[in-house]
């Protein structure tokens, strides 16, 4: 049976995406000026990727449902029939909600719950959107710019002790340092979220006109918490004027700076956003997403809370295991996914003898030649195609080339 094909992503038009890295991946003319923000190379049912079967387009999803076994029996047991992950392309141009991600059991508990309740699925006050969890791992494509877990306990206070307008959340960070309890992390975050709008805007307001001053300026700098603080002040207000207590998150949580070709792994429970740059980013197939502030999307803190994972984290940077030479594993605990960065030289040839999972390539830079069994098709920058399980193929480099993979590990 034939199963490898050429794919088209599904574009997704987010207000925070850019203007120019997508269209131009995509080979797409931008004339009316949209924001790009994400290429989704997979069988979500909001945005399925498009095979080419002998000159037609059917959706991935169809494909799958209509050919189960493209999925391959391994996957089938362990996942069900459906494609376990979902293969993305970002450009973030404005920063993303804080948010967390619950796990498996959570999400199965939380999705039934919902259910049962007769919250529509489109619901603005819907948590669970499906049963599933939602681990990412992303590399990146150029700088980029994120926040990443709680720093320290100390750290945490020394920045406190750096802003002048939170002098009162410093008094009751000491206080409650001074005291005997072990979730001290909890208890802050949880005053944080629950604070009156008028304290947030109280405490926030004088910070705004501060930063807002010394960013037109340019005196601040991005390895500054105070930078995406101006930032989030000029694009994420909220309605009537109030200030977003996501800002507090900006100074409390890791501040990552990646290089093109690092990666970092979310898990579930570890509190996130995405800032600024492009990267390829790889998850469970879900859309269960609780947010902590940075936008008008629906804020449960009551779910939030029990869903975050109160404990300093040193942000781990993924620089790839090489398993083969010019080819790099993303390693992750994920049992959903798994990413491979594939890099050749002109000419070079990477061939795969049997995909013992479904697989999902994009070609990122340069352009490579496809041939599976009497099948064979030329893929410039940007394009992608599908291998289906048990499938064999091999490409060769025009040029120098970069190319990622996605599979089940």
Same mark, same amino acid.
């Given at each position: 049976?034939?199963?490898?094909?050429?794919?088209?992503?599904?574009?997704?038009?987010?207000?925070?995406?850019?203007?120019?890295?997508?269209?131009?991946?995509?080979?797409?003319?931008?004339?009316?000026?949209?924001?790009?923000?994400?290429?989704?190379?997979?069988?979500?049912?909001? /945005?399925?990727?498009?095979? $080419?079967?002998?000159?037609?387009?059917?959706?991935?999803?169809?494909?799958?449902?209509?050919?189960?076994? =493209?999925?391959?029996?391994?996957?089938? @047991?362990?996942?069900?029939?459906?494609?376990?992950?979902?293969?993305?392309?970002?450009?973030?141009?404005?920063? +993303?909600?804080?948010?967390?991600?619950?796990?498996?059991?959570?999400?199965?508990?939380?999705? =039934?719950?919902?259910?049962?309740?007769?919250?529509?699925?489109?619901?603005?006050?819907?948590?669970?959107?499906?049963? @599933?969890?939602?681990?990412?791992?992303?590399? =990146?494509?150029?700088? !980029?710019?994120?926040?990443?877990?709680?720093?320290?306990?100390?750290?945490?206070?020394?920045?406190?002790?750096?802003?002048?307008?939170?002098?009162?959340? +410093?008094?009751?960070?000491?206080?409650?340092?001074?005291?005997?309890?072990?979730?001290?992390?909890?208890?802050?975050?949880? $005053? +944080?979220?629950?604070?009156?709008?008028?304290?947030?805007?109280?405490?926030?307001?004088?910070?705004?006109?501060?930063?807002?001053?010394?960013?037109?300026?340019?005196?601040?700098?991005?390895?500054?918490?105070?930078?995406?603080?101006?930032? #989030?002040?000029?694009? @994420?207000?909220?309605? &009537?004027?109030?200030?977003?207590?996501?800002?507090?998150?900006?100074?409390?949580?890791?501040?990552?700076?990646?290089?093109? &070709?690092?990666?970092? !792994?979310?898990?579930?429970?570890?509190?996130?956003?995405?800032?600024?740059?492009?990267?390829?980013?790889?998850?469970?197939?879900?859309?269960?997403?609780?947010?902590?502030?940075?936008?008008?999307?629906?804020?449960?803190?009551?779910?939030?809370?029990?869903?975050?994972? *109160?404990?300093?984290?040193?942000? @781990?940077?993924?620089?790839?295991?090489?398993?083969?030479?010019?080819?790099?594993?993303?390693?992750?605990? #994920?049992?959903? *996914?798994?990413?491979?960065?594939?890099?050749?030289?002109?000419?070079?040839?990477?061939?795969?003898?049997?995909?013992?999972?479904?697989?999902?390539?994009?070609?990122?830079?340069?352009?490579?030649?496809?041939?599976? &069994?009497?099948?064979?098709?030329?893929?410039?920058?940007?394009?992608? !195609?599908?291998?289906?399980?048990?499938?064999?193929?091999?490409?060769?480099?025009? /040029?120098?080339?970069?190319?990622?993979? =996605?599979?089940?590990?």
């Amino acid at each position: 049976m034939k199963n490898v094909f050429p794919i088209k992503g599904a574009i997704q038009n987010y207000a925070w995406g850019g203007k120019e890295f997508i269209p131009k991946l995509m080979r797409l003319q931008n004339v009316d000026s949209q924001s790009f923000a994400e290429v989704w190379l997979g069988a979500h049912q909001r /945005g399925p990727a498009q095979l $080419n079967v002998d000159g037609k387009e059917i959706s991935l999803k169809d494909f799958l449902e209509k050919n189960p076994e =493209a999925l391959g029996e391994k996957v089938i @047991n362990k996942f069900g029939e459906r494609l376990p992950y979902l293969f993305k392309v970002l450009d973030v141009k404005k920063m +993303l909600s804080i948010q967390t991600h619950p796990t498996k059991k959570a999400a199965e508990i939380g999705f =039934a719950r919902e259910e049962k309740a007769g919250i529509s699925i489109t619901a603005f006050n819907r948590n669970y959107k499906d049963d @599933n969890h939602k681990p990412e791992v992303m590399v =990146a494509m150029t700088e !980029f710019w994120l926040l990443h877990g709680f720093k320290s306990l100390e750290a945490i206070e020394e920045v406190l002790k750096s802003v002048p307008e939170f002098k009162m959340l +410093l008094e009751y960070y000491q206080r409650i340092l001074q005291k005997e309890v072990d979730d001290k992390l909890f208890h802050f975050y949880k $005053n +944080l979220m629950e604070m009156s709008q008028k304290t947030v805007d109280e405490i926030l307001q004088p910070l705004a006109e501060r930063l807002s001053l010394d960013f037109a300026v340019k005196k601040l700098l991005k390895n500054s918490p105070d930078y995406w603080a101006a930032l #989030a002040f000029r694009d @994420n207000l909220l309605e &009537g004027g109030h200030f977003d207590r996501g800002v507090f998150s900006i100074y409390i949580f890791n501040l990552v700076c990646l290089q093109k &070709g690092e990666g970092i !792994f979310q898990d579930a429970g570890i509190p996130h956003a995405y800032l600024e740059g492009v990267n390829m980013e790889l998850m469970a197939n879900s859309d269960n997403v609780f947010r902590g502030g940075l936008t008008v999307k629906h804020v449960d803190v009551r779910e939030l809370l029990e869903h975050v994972t *109160f404990e300093p984290v040193i942000p @781990n940077v993924l620089t790839g295991t090489e398993i083969d030479r010019g080819v790099k594993v993303y390693e992750t605990p #994920a049992p959903d *996914f798994e990413l491979t960065r594939i890099s050749l030289k002109d000419l070079e040839k990477y061939s795969c003898k049997k995909a013992t999972t479904p697989e999902t390539l994009i070609v990122m830079e340069g352009e490579v030649m496809v041939q599976s &069994g009497n099948d064979e098709f030329r893929l410039e920058r940007g394009g992608a !195609f599908f291998a289906g399980s048990g499938s064999e193929y091999t490409f060769v480099s025009e /040029g120098t080339s970069e190319i990622f993979r =996605a599979l089940v590990p």
